[in-house]
């Protein structure tokens, strides 16, 4: 009796230490302990966090103005590029056409080729839908079945459910799947459904501006008016041969037609968006060779870890399944296809 009375008293003491809540998921009462903030659904596997607060919406001025700065960066982005294609034909072509008639055809198609290219892939990367996470059914039991919401977490903002690696935009006030980060130069998130089209735009540029730089270095050489210096070299005055030379320098820049500055410019700008775009382009590589997103590095929320190497750079480019067997090796592909497959079920 003293046993079963004891029994009785401590389950008293942990009815009393606990409380009944909602699952937001699937409807159903889950008894938890009071110190529980973050809990997760037995039936559907909806996560609820009791600590996430939603921070006070922004305001419709404030929207607009992330709006209007999105935009404003893309017309800047379009008009760069048209600059320096319009520009880069009236001053290199001249030049080009001077060498052979089959040379200038030959770097026009080149020109043309790069230019489609690299304005597509910049318009599939702004005006595509960066990833519209899954609608599912929620809410109530008999609609949702076990496991239906596994790892599935409430949107407080968009007022309903997003999947594992699915997060909030508020620019665009949208959930993303598998969102990398808001880029105000595309006016559009980079997710699971444009990452592809981001990188091929980040490559393309950098394929671009060499080109740039290479066409318009050749022909600045053959309009560059010629530099008079008159001091032969002698190791005991090499400071007044690198000044004799500098001076020479500035005076032909002087002599210069419009078409060498215009020149000069596209050389110097093309050679900058190159450098800057390259450090882009290697991080995001990394994070892809990783398994990652810019946005999930921050956080440990959300993460799937698919272990680190050249099967995500595989998986990310659509390599197909051939390509994971040659690279990989018949017995890692089948183990990684398999684990990936575990972890995102």
């Known amino acids: 009796m003293d046993e079963e009375a004891a029994k009785e008293e401590h389950c008293t003491d942990h ?79 001249p030049t080009v056409f001077l060498i052979s008639y089959f040379c200038g055809v030959f770097h026009c198609s080149i020109t043309a080729i790069l230019s489609i290219i690299t304005f597509s892939s910049f318009f599939l990367a702004a005006f595509r839908h960066a990833g519209r996470s899954a609608n599912v059914e929620w809410g109530r039991y008999p609609i949702v079945g ?12 968009c007022r309903k459910p997003k999947c594992p690696r699915t997060h909030h935009c508020r620019s665009c006030r949208t959930c993303v799947f598998d969102m990398d980060h808001h880029c105000p ?25 060499t080109y740039v730089a290479i066409l318009t270095t050749y022909a600045a050489y053959h309009i560059w008016p010629p530099l008079e210096i008159s001091v032969r070299y002698n190791h005991q005055h090499a400071v007044t041969v690198l000044k004799v030379v500098v001076t020479a320098l500035a005076r032909s820049v002087l002599l210069l037609p419009p078409r060498g500055f215009v020149l000069l410019y596209l050389a110097f700008a093309s050679l900058s968006v190159e450098i800057g775009i390259f450090v882009l382009l290697w991080q995001q590589l990394c994070l892809i060779y990783e398994g990652n997103t810019y946005i999930n590095s921050l956080s440990f929320e959300n993460n799937i870890d698919v272990g680190r190497g050249c099967h995500n750079l595989l998986r990310f480019f659509g390599c197909p399944y051939l390509a994971f067997r040659i690279l990989l090796g018949s017995a890692n592909a089948i183990k990684f296809q398999q684990r990936l497959s575990s972890k995102l079920l």
Request: glycine share 10%; hydrophobic share 45%; proline share 1%.
């Open 185 to 209: 130069f595309i006016g559009n998130c980079v997710g699971a459904a444009n990452h592809r089209s981001f990188i091929a735009f980040l490559v393309l540029i950098i394929i671009s501006c």
């Open 146 to 157: 076990q496991g239906g919401l596994e790892n599935y977490t409430f949107c407080l903002y």
């Open 15 to 93: 009815m009393i230490g606990s409380h009944e809540t909602t699952c937001w998921g699937c409807g159903l009462r889950i008894l938890l302990s009071s110190t529980s903030s973050i809990f997760k659904c037995g039936w559907c596997g909806a996560i609820t966090n009791r600590n996430q607060s939603r921070r006070k919406p922004d305001s419709k001025w404030f929207h607009g103005w992330r709006r209007l700065r999105d935009r404003f960066f893309v017309l800047v982005v379009v008009l760069f590029m048209l600059i320096v294609i319009s520009a880069g034909v009236w001053a290199v072509y």
